[in-house]
């Protein structure tokens, strides 16, 4: 299974990025996919998490981001809105993907990067 991120870029303050995150190869579903993101000399953090259709959200990105996914495409989006400068950082999606009947395994994608300029 690998993890293809895409949509990054440089964009100024205030405006909007879509992220997109595709799940390819053998397994049977996803349950549940998540955007984290890192900054140099900081720890990963959590940014949004979608399980079924619950989802939720670092406070920093509460009412200006909104993940989503579509199971039909083994794909995750993080629409993006309203971006500061603090947004900018490595932006990694992970997916908990069930291979089988019993066995499950996390996997991650290799990160896009976002900056926002002031």
């Known amino acids: 299974v690998q993890l293809q991120a895409s949509g990054g870029g440089l964009v100024q303050a205030g405006g909007s990025l879509r992220l997109a995150c595709a799940a390819s190869?053998?397994?049977?579903?996803?349950?549940?996919w998540g955007w984290y993101r890192q900054v140099p000399k900081m720890p990963r953090e959590l940014v949004a998490i979608?399980?079924?259709?619950?989802?939720n959200y670092a406070d920093s990105v509460k009412a200006r981001f909104t993940v989503s996914r579509d199971d039909d495409k083994h794909t995750m989006y993080l629409q993006m809105d309203s971006l500061k400068p603090e947004d900018t950082a490595v932006y990694y999606c992970?997916?908990?993907?069930?291979?089988?009947?019993?066995?499950?395994?996390?996997?991650w994608g290799r990160g896009t990067q976002v900056t926002v300029s002031s």
């Open positions: 979608i399980t079924g259709t619950d989802t």
């Open positions: 992970y997916a908990d993907v069930q291979l089988g009947r019993w066995d499950k395994y996390d996997f």
């Open positions: 190869g053998t397994f049977a579903s996803i349950n549940s």
